[in-house]
């Protein structure tokens, strides 16, 4: 367990300072504290990502789905941010590894919502939503090492 707050770089002290102060250099927050908002803030993601699922099937749930899903996939991905802090997390989002998947991961978040409210095509909110989907997973996989190799390898060999 310490070796775990040691890389998350946690300290038990400072649990006075302000909100907006702790948000913006997490590694203020305590270490159970930055634990349980980082709980809080991805079962919120979940939660969001469920009910727009859910609410897709109910008549004109499209644009409640693709808001409810985007939602849930920003709080899942900004939860992160009270382990390590926004900053690091920032900075780790953009590092020559993960650039790519970032930004598609980004483009695919703000073209759900505008194939939603602008230009009113359901059938493309849905693809980008399912394109969040697969660009979620391939960032979230870029921080587990050797992971992408893995899973390109399976993919190679189921399609050959």
């Given at each position: 367990m310490d070796k775990l707050r040691s890389m998350i770089g946690g300290r038990e002290d400072n649990e006075e300072a302000g909100l907006t102060?702790?948000?913006?250099?997490?590694?203020?927050?305590?270490?159970?504290?930055?634990?349980?908002?980082?709980?809080?803030?991805?079962?919120?993601?979940?939660?969001?990502?469920?009910?727009?699922?859910?609410?897709?099937?109910?008549?004109?749930?499209?644009?409640?789905?693709?808001?409810?899903?985007?939602?849930?996939?920003?709080?899942?991905?900004?939860?992160?941010?009270?382990?390590?802090?926004?900053?690091?997390?920032?900075?780790?989002?953009?590092?020559?590894?993960?650039?790519?998947?970032?930004?598609?991961?980004?483009?695919?978040?703000?073209?759900?919502?505008c194939a939603v409210f602008w230009w009113n095509k359901k059938g493309l909110a849905i693809i980008f939503c399912i394109l969040q989907f697969l660009a979620m997973t391939w960032y979230s996989i870029s921080y587990i090492p050797f992971a992408r190799d893995a899973v390109m390898k399976v993919f190679t060999s189921c399609l050959s």
């Open positions: 102060a702790q948000v913006l250099d997490a590694s203020t927050l305590s270490y159970s504290t930055r634990v349980k908002w980082f709980v809080i803030c991805f079962a919120s993601g979940i939660l969001c990502s469920i009910l727009g699922t859910a609410l897709l099937f109910l008549p004109g749930g499209t644009k409640l789905f693709a808001v409810f899903y985007t939602l849930g996939n920003l709080a899942a991905l900004s939860s992160t941010c009270f382990l390590m802090g926004p900053l690091k997390q920032l900075k780790r989002m953009f590092e020559p590894t993960r650039l790519i998947a970032t930004c598609v991961v980004l483009l695919c978040l703000i073209l759900t919502l």
